[in-house]
C-alpha cells in the first residue's frame, strides 16, 4: 500500500507533519480529516517498485504518476516569472468562468503555452487531475511556482464551489502586487544608473586622470610642495591605481559579508529594521509592506481561507521580519481567541489610521472589506511616497556628485593656481627691478 506524506493544521493553526499508509491520495485526504486536521499538502512518497506493481487498474496507473513526480519534479529546478504565471491565472479563470471544465482549460492553456516551464507545469497538472487528484493537491506538487498563498486559495474555491471567483481573486492580487514592484523597481532605475554611471567616471577620474596630473605636476613645480588637499587627493588615486584588484576585492568582500550578514537571524532583523526607518526610502518600504499585508490577508480571508492559515501564510510572504514578527503575534492572540489590534499597535509598524479600521472591521464583521479598502488607499500612498522619493533623490545625488567631482577639480587646480600666482610674482618682480 503507497504512503502519503502530509501536512496540516490542528484545531489551534498549528502546522503538523506526518505520513499515512492508504490507498489513494483522496483516501488520505479523507483519512487526514478524520484525524482532525485541515490538509494543506499531501505528496505520495516515493513508492518502492514492488508496491507500484501491486496496483492494477486505473488507480495502479495514477500511482507511478505521482511517484515519479515526488522525485522528479522538486529538482528539476524551473522557475516561472510571475507576470507569466498571473497571465495564465487570468486565462484561466476566464475559461472556467465561461463553463470549460478545469481539465480541458488546463489543456487548452498548455498548448498556447510559451514557456516551456510552465508548459511542462501544466501537463503535470492535467495528469494529476485525471488520476483524481484535487486542482489545489495538484498545484501543491509544484511549491517553486504555486507558493502557499496559491495553493491554499484555490482549495478554498474549491471547498466553496467558487474556483472561478478565486482565481479572478488572487490573478488581481497578483497584478496589483506586481504593479506596485513596478513602480518602486521603476522609481529606483534613474538614481541607480546615475549612481553607477557617475561611479564609473569617478573610477576612471582616480585611475586614469588624476596620475597624470600628478605627473605634470612633478615637471611645472620641480620638487616644490603641493597644497595638502592635492597631497590627500593624489593619495587616494595611488591606493586605487596601484592596488586596483585589491581595492576590488575588498569591495567585493563588504559585499559578501553584507549579504552573509543578512542571512542570519540577527543581521536580517537589523537590516529589516533599518529599511523601515531609512530616510527618503523607509516610508516607501513601509507602506508596501503594509499594502502586501492587507491585500494578502484580505483576499485570502475573502476566499474562505480559515483566519489562523490565512496569518500564517501572510507571515510566510511578509517579506520583512519585522513585519512578520507582527503577524506572528497577531496569529497568537487569535489563537488565544483576543483581537487583531492590540499586536498590530504593539508591533509599531502599522499607523494608527490601519489599527482604527481593522478594528472597525474586526468589530462589524467586515474585516476582509475593509483590509482590501487599507490596501488600495495605501497603494495611493506608495504612488505619491514613490514620487516625493524620487524628486528629493535627483537634486540629493545632484549635489553629491558635485561635490565629489568639484573637489577632485578643485584639488588638481590649487597647484596650477599656486603657479601662476608664482609666475606673476616673478613677473613683478622683473618689472621692479627694470
Known amino acids: 500500500m503507497p504512503t502519503f506524506n502530509y501536512v496540516a493544521l490542528d484545531a489551534r493553526g498549528k502546522e503538523t507533519r506526518g505520513s499515512i499508509d492508504v490507498a489513494n491520495q483522496m483516501e488520505a485526504l479523507g483519512r487526514i480529516k478524520e484525524m482532525g486536521f485541515h490538509p494543506t499538502k499531501v505528496t505520495a512518497a516515493v513508492a518502492e517498485k514492488s508496491g507500484s506493481k501491486g496496483q492494477g487498474g486505473a488507480k495502479g496507473g495514477s500511482g507511478p504518476k505521482k511517484a515519479s513526480k515526488g522525485f522528479t519534479i522538486p529538482g528539476f529546478g524551473g522557475k516561472v516569472k510571475v507576470k507569466v504565471l498571473t497571465s495564465f491565472t487570468r486565462q484561466l479563470a476566464t475559461l472556467v468562468d465561461a463553463g470549460l471544465p478545469l481539465l480541458r482549460g488546463l489543456r487548452v492553456l498548455q498548448k498556447q503555452e ?21 486542482f489545489s493537491e495538484a498545484l501543491a ?3 517553486k511556482v504555486f507558493n502557499r498563498l496559491y495553493v491554499n486559495m484555490v482549495k478554498a474555491g474549491e471547498l466553496g464551489g467558487v474556483l472561478e471567483v478565486v482565481l479572478n481573486r488572487l490573478s488581481e492580487f497578483m497584478e496589483k502586487a506586481q504593479k506596485i514592484k513596478g513602480k518602486v523597481i521603476a522609481a529606483m532605475f534613474y538614481p541607480a544608473a546615475v549612481m553607477t554611471v557617475a561611479g564609473g567616471i569617478l573610477v576612471l577620474l582616480m585611475v586614469v586622470v588624476v596620475p597624470k596630473f600628478k605627473l605634470i605636476f612633478q615637471d611645472m613645480l620641480e620638487g616644490a610642495p603641493l597644497p595638502a588637499f592635492t597631497n590627500f587627493v593624489l593619495s587616494i588615486s595611488d591606493v586605487i591605481a596601484k592596488n586596483f584588484l585589491l581595492t576590488a576585492g575588498i569591495v567585493a568582500g563588504v559585499v559578501i559579508l553584507f549579504k552573509f ?17 531609512f530616510p527618503l526610502v523607509g516610508p516607501v518600504i513601509s507602506k508596501v509592506a503594509i499594502s502586501r499585508f492587507t491585500r494578502t490577508l484580505g483576499t485570502l480571508v475573502s476566499s474562505g481561507v480559515p483566519i489562523l492559515q490565512a496569518l500564517t501564510i501572510v507571515k510566510e510572504t511578509a517579506g520583512n521580519v519585522i513585519v512578520g514578527n507582527a503577524v506572528a503575534a497577531v496569529h497568537e492572540s487569535v489563537k488565544e481567541g483576543e483581537t487583531i489590534t492590540a499586536p498590530l499597535e504593539a ?10 479600521m481593522v478594528d472597525v472591521g474586526e468589530q462589524t464583521g467586515a474585516l476582509p472589506e475593509m483590509l482590501m479598502r487599507i490596501a488600495d488607499n495605501f497603494d495611493e500612498e506608495v504612488d505619491n511616497a514613490v514620487s516625493a522619493m524620487t524628486s528629493l533623490l535627483e537634486p540629493i545625488m545632484i549635489v553629491f556628485l558635485a561635490v565629489v567631482v568639484g573637489s577632485i577639480v578643485i584639488a588638481l587646480f590649487l597647484p596650477l593656481i599656486t603657479l601662476i600666482d608664482n609666475l606673476g610674482g616673478s613677473g613683478d618682480g622683473k618689472k621692479g627691478d627694470d
Open 261 to 277: 550578514f543578512i542571512k542570519t537571524k540577527f543581521g536580517r532583523r537589523v537590516f529589516d529594521k533599518s529599511k523601515l526607518i
Open 114 to 134: 510559451r514557456s516551456p516551464v510552465l508548459k511542462r507545469i501544466l501537463g503535470d497538472l492535467a495528469m494529476s487531475i485525471e488520476g483524481g487528484s484535487t
Open 347 to 356: 508591533s509599531g509598524v502599522f499607523p494608527p489610521m490601519v489599527i482604527s
Open 141 to 143: 506538487q509544484h511549491p
